[in-house]
Nanobody, 127 residues
Framework: QVQLVESGGGLAQAGGSLRLSCASSGRNFNNYAMGWFRQAPGKEREVVAVIPSSGATTYYAYLVNGLSTISRDNAKNKLNLQMNGQNPEETAVYYC????????????????????WGQGTQVTVSS
């Protein structure tokens, strides 16, 4: 069982930066591939970035445009998302999620493949 709690959301100016964190309690955080997702009002939840249990590689959705970095610290049971150069279209609730299936198995960008979710943190980017 994994419990996830996001933090670090808030208000940012266009072009600014925010760093989101996700703390995991429970067991075996380093056994889970982890992802960041976001959901804007009236839209479906979409993947932002994914990182395998080892942290050896990363996956970014096309919408990220190289301005965000996902990372994890397995010793501290923590997942991070550094977002730079933000624009108002990135306003959404951001969620971290964990999947017990291997990173290479199934569709890592599908929310349906993640079994554990945090409660979300609001990110608002003003123009």
């Amino acid at each position: 069982q994994v419990q996830l709690v996001e933090s670090g959301g808030g208000l940012a100016q266009a072009g600014g930066s925010l760093r989101l964190s996700c703390a995991s309690s429970g067991r075996n955080f380093n056994n889970y591939a982890m992802g960041w997702f976001r959901q804007a009002p009236g839209k479906e939840r979409e993947v932002v970035a994914v990182i395998p249990s080892s942290g050896a590689t990363t996956y970014y959705a096309y919408l990220v445009n190289g301005l965000s970095t996902i990372s994890r610290d397995n010793a501290k049971n923590k997942l991070n998302l550094q977002m730079n150069g933000q624009n108002p279209e990135e306003t959404a609730v951001y969620y971290c999620a964990a999947r017990s299936r291997p990173y290479s198995s199934g569709n890592i960008s599908s929310p349906a493949s993640y079994g554990y979710w945090g409660q979300g943190t609001q990110v608002t980017v003003s123009s």
